[in-house]
C-alpha cells in the first residue's frame, strides 16, 4: 500500500539555523513526491516537488528537498530557518502507476517552530 | 486574486442536517479534487474530476456524500444527514494535467464544518 511517514509531530530550531523536516514514502512504482506548508486559518501552500532529474530540488521560500530512492526518503530542508518559517508541513506522494488517479497521499504533517 | 476559492468558510449545523460547499478551482484547471482533513491528519482524499467528469472516488466517500461538477468549472460536495463524524475541514485542490505533466495541486483555503 503506498503511504508516507513523517516521524517527528514537532520540529524545534533556532532561528538562522538549519532545519530538516524528514519524510519517507513507500510506494510500489516510482513516486512523485510533494511538500506543503500550512499556515493557521490557511490553505496547503505548495513548497516544491519531485519528478525526475536532479534529486535535490529547490522550491519557495528558500526550501529545497533531496529525494533518496534507496532510503525512500525526501527530507525537507533550509540552510537558514526563519520565525516565519513556523507552520504545518506535509510531505505527500503520488504514485505515478496509477497515471489516471491523481489524488496525493499526505503524512500526517510536522509543525516546525523556530524560536527567535 | 486568482486562487482557489471556497464557500462558506465556516458551516455549523445540526445532525441529520444536509449541507452544501462550493469550490471555484483556477480557471484554467481542468482538474478538481476534495479532500477532508481531521485535526491531527493531513488532507484524505475524496473524488477528483477532470472537466466535469467524476473519475475517482474514495472509500471514504460514503453514500451520503455528493458531488458535482457540472460545467467543468465550479464544483460543490454536498453531505445529507450529516453525522458528528462528519466534522472536519474539507479542502479543495485544483490542477491542470497538460503534456508536460503539471502535477501539483492548488488548495483553497477549506470548509470547516462543524455538525452539533
Known amino acids: 500500500a503506498q503511504s508516507v511517514a513523517q516521524p517527528e509531530d514537532q520540529v524545534n530550531v533556532a532561528e538562522g539555523n538549519p532545519l530538516t523536516v524528514k519524510c519517507t514514502y513507500s510506494v510500489s512504482g516510482n513516486p512523485y513526491l510533494f511538500w506543503y506548508v500550512q499556515y493557521p486559518n490557511r490553505g496547503l501552500q505548495f513548497l516544491l516537488k519531485?519528478?525526475?532529474?536532479?534529486?535535490l530540488v529547490k522550491g519557495s521560500y528558500g526550501f529545497e528537498a533531496e529525494f533518496n530512492k534507496s532510503q525512500t526518503s525526501f527530507h525537507l530542508k533550509k540552510p537558514s530557518a526563519l520565525v516565519s518559517d513556523s507552520a504545518l508541513y506535509f510531505c505527500a506522494v503520488r504514485d505515478i502507476r496509477n497515471q489516471a488517479g491523481t489524488a496525493l497521499i499526505f503524512g500526517k504533517g510536522t509543525t516546525l517552530s523556530v524560536s527567535s | 486574486d486568482t486562487g482557489v476559492s471556497q464557500d462558506p468558510r465556516h458551516k455549523i449545523t445540526k445532525r441529520g442536517q444536509n449541507v452544501t460547499f462550493r469550490c471555484d478551482p483556477i480557471s484554467e484547471h481542468n482538474r478538481l479534487y476534495w479532500y477532508r482533513q481531521t485535526l491531527g491528519q493531513g488532507p484524505e482524499f475524496l473524488t477528483y474530476?477532470?472537466?466535469?467528469?467524476?473519475?475517482?472516488k474514495s472509500r471514504l466517500l460514503s453514500d451520503r456524500f455528493s458531488a458535482e461538477r457540472p460545467k467543468g468549472s465550479f464544483s460543490t460536495l454536498e453531505i445529507q444527514r450529516t453525522e458528528q463524524g462528519d466534522s472536519a475541514m474539507y479542502l479543495c485542490a485544483s490542477s491542470l494535467a497538460s503534456l508536460t505533466g503539471n502535477y501539483e495541486q492548488y488548495f483553497g483555503p477549506g470548509t470547516r464544518l462543524t455538525v452539533t
Open positions: 519531485y519528478i525526475t532529474g536532479d534529486n
Open positions: 474530476f477532470q472537466n466535469e467528469a467524476q473519475l475517482e
